[in-house]
């Protein structure tokens, strides 16, 4: 047991609490494993998301929301509500938290870079982690140089950066980060919700991918164009596309790209599916796709949705992409193709079809994987070793 007895408070600081996206189930997970080390820790939410979502109540006694919040019949009021919090009063509330930090307190900042600044005006007092799983440059939040080199000179300043590929340890080194303070934390999973997991008896066969359901971050383009493929040499498998769109313009490219592909009845686009539904909807996919183009997020990143995948058993095909190949060795524990080949996708999706038990083979190898590499309890207490120390 890893029972605290330091007389510190360890703060978990989260932007805001999205449901069911990656980083939350990513956040969660390590607050499971620190759960069961039995280590005291407590969770200050920042900003609200548009519906006001709260944490699990098994959270309630240890979360701190830093906003409030009084549901109306009216949408407009609650959509103003939900504005001024979040552009205005998060921040203010926010500098009241970090005012009232006592020496040694230890603070992991999980997300909200634009907060990192004003967490740092108190680092001589505490120990300040702040965790990245995407390269910097992804999602454009800086509005001048000025504003990025603000946030590198103060990563520089952290006494511990937690980045999830050794590409992304990589390029905040390029970036003048000391590598002693930069440290690889896998990304984990919660083995438990596919403990004992079986296939159910149905009669449709399908393949699957979850996620956002997005051309630019996880190649969804790509697999309807290799899932044609396929779905010439195999006719009665679909294709069960999971997640939400995070655009109208690529719901709409793609949903035109499935009629001109003739594959309107094959390709089944669920939407967003409640998090307890999904291990089982995994499970009885025959096989798993992530068909991520060779972009700047999959070069730094590693996605979340790959360990639930392989912790099902089914066989894997992914991309070739960032650290992917340093854990997974293609015809043994996953099928990699590479990334924006169309017709190698298509070809290992076809080849586990038609090899069942080579594949439930290499889908068995890249379960053990998983549980030995993105195990939320080897993570957590790697975690907590180096804030506490």
Not at 15 to 40: C, D
Not at 74 to 87: A, E, G, H, M, T
Not at 148 to 166: E, M, P, T, W
Request: positive net charge; charged residues 20%.
């Amino acid at each position: 047991m890893f029972l605290v007895k330091y007389k510190v408070v360890i703060y978990f600081v989260l932007n805001v609490y999205t449901p069911n996206t990656a980083s939350i189930n990513r956040f969660l997970a390590f607050v499971k494993g620190f759960e069961e080390l039995e280590v005291s820790y407590r969770i200050v939410v920042i900003s609200p998301n548009q519906s006001f979502d709260r944490l699990n109540n098994i959270y309630d006694s240890r979360t701190t929301y830093l906003w409030m919040y009084r549901r109306s019949s009216l949408r407009w009021i609650n959509k103003i509500q939900y504005y001024v919090w979040s552009r205005f009063l998060s921040s203010l509330f926010f500098k009241r938290f970090v005012h009232k930090l006592k020496k040694n307190d230890i603070v992991v900042l999980f997300s909200g870079m634009q907060y990192l600044h004003l967490l740092l005006k108190k680092i001589s007092d505490c120990k300040i982690y702040h965790e990245r799983t995407e390269h910097p440059d992804v999602y454009n939040i800086f509005h001048s140089e000025r504003k990025k080199q603000q946030y590198l000179d103060d990563c520089k300043r952290l006494n511990g950066l937690f980045v999830i590929s050794s590409s992304l340890k990589k390029t905040f080194i390029e970036l003048g980060v000391d590598s002693s303070r930069i440290h690889i934390i896998n990304m984990v999973v919660d083995s438990s919700r596919f403990e004992n997991l079986q296939k159910s008896q149905i009669t449709e066969k399908y393949i699957a991918y979850c996620g956002t359901v997005s051309n630019e971050k996880d190649g969804v383009d790509d697999l309807i164009r290799s899932f044609a493929v396929v779905a010439r040499k195999n006719k009665y498998i679909k294709l069960y596309v999971i997640g939400p769109t995070p655009s109208s313009k690529e719901s709409t490219y793609n949903l035109e790209l499935i009629r001109t592909l003739d594959l309107t009845d094959k390709i089944v686009i669920t939407g967003r599916i409640p998090s307890q539904q999904m291990p089982l909807i995994l499970k009885n996919a025959q096989v798993l796709v992530l068909a991520r183009p060779n972009s700047l997020q999959a070069q730094n990143g590693f996605p979340t949705k790959l360990g639930e995948y392989l912790l099902t058993e089914n066989p894997v095909v992914i991309t070739r992409t960032g650290d992917i190949p340093l854990f997974l060795k293609n015809g043994v524990s996953a099928l990699l193709a590479e990334p924006g080949n169309i017709m190698d996708i298509a070809n290992k999706i076809c080849w586990a079809l038609e090899h069942p038990q080579e594949a439930a083979q290499i889908g068995w190898n890249g379960s053990q994987v998983a549980r030995r590499y993105f195990n939320y309890k080897i993570e957590s207490k790697k975690l907590y070793s180096i804030i506490i120390n």
